[in-house]
């Protein structure tokens, strides 16, 4: 069974440009959400969805935002980006409450 | 804030021995408690999770440990091997909330 799967792997961009990061969930799983992992630090919550639906957003600014498609699959812009924007950025799927399956992640580099 | 206290921030235990690591947690409203285990460039894996119901859950050599009214969980690796090297992170989420939120992180090591 393929897990949560994201895209791309690594990237780098430079200060001010944009980026966007692809998630497709754990098949059956309607729910994803989008995480931040600074370097030594644990993961930060940035958005849940729910049947294409907000259900809830972390202490980001307005420059992140994100999307749910009909399949499932979900998407994380990031706007105007900084070098504090440098991270691991992380997704993960449930159909249960509480569960959360990880995808790899996507390495950002910003320079 | 940080909401989920954990402890130590490293550990070095020999091959074979308990490697025990703790999380405090602030917030009442917390409903469900799960640790994770991540090894270098790959994404968190879910290791094991308690609810608030029960004092203790094992899964093979994974333990946690849960204290209510303390208001303090911990993680117990029986027979640790050089395979369970990784960073362990304890989380924690409301009921019907699936914002987990994490601790700091431990790194643990296991030498021969």
């Known amino acids: 069974d393929a897990g949560v799967t994201q895209s791309p792997t690594h990237l780098i961009k430079t200060r001010g440009q944009h980026v966007t990061l692809r998630c497709s969930p754990i098949?059956?799983?309607?729910?994803v959400s989008w995480y931040q992992q600074v370097l030594g630090q644990g993961p930060q919550f940035i958005f849940q969805?729910?049947?294409?639906?907000?259900?809830g957003r972390g202490n980001f600014p307005d420059r992140f935002s994100a999307r749910q498609f009909p399949n499932y699959s979900s998407e994380l812009n990031v706007n105007a980006l900084l070098l504090g924007d440098s991270a691991l950025y992380l997704c993960a799927s449930s159909s249960l409450v509480e569960t959360q399956y990880f995808g790899p992640g996507t390495r950002l580099l910003v320079l | 804030q940080q909401q989920v206290k954990q402890s130590p921030q490293s550990l070095i235990v020999q091959k074979g021995g308990i490697s025990i690591i703790n999380c405090a947690y602030e917030?009442?409203?917390?409903?469900?408690f799960p640790w994770y285990q991540q090894f270098p460039g790959k994404g968190p894996a879910l290791l094991i999770a308690?609810?608030?119901?029960?004092s203790e859950k094992k899964e093979g050599r994974f333990t946690i440990s849960f204290n209510k009214s303390a208001k303090q969980f911990s993680l117990h690796i029986m027979d640790s091997q050089p395979g369970d090297s990784a960073t362990y992170f304890c989380a924690a989420s409301r009921k019907g909330n699936e914002k987990l939120t994490f601790g700091t992180g431990t790194r643990l090591t296991i030498i021969p």
């Open positions: 098949s059956g799983h309607k729910s």
């Open positions: 969805y729910y049947e294409k639906e907000e259900r």
């Open positions: 308690i609810r608030p119901d029960v």
């Open positions: 917030n009442t409203a917390f409903d469900y």
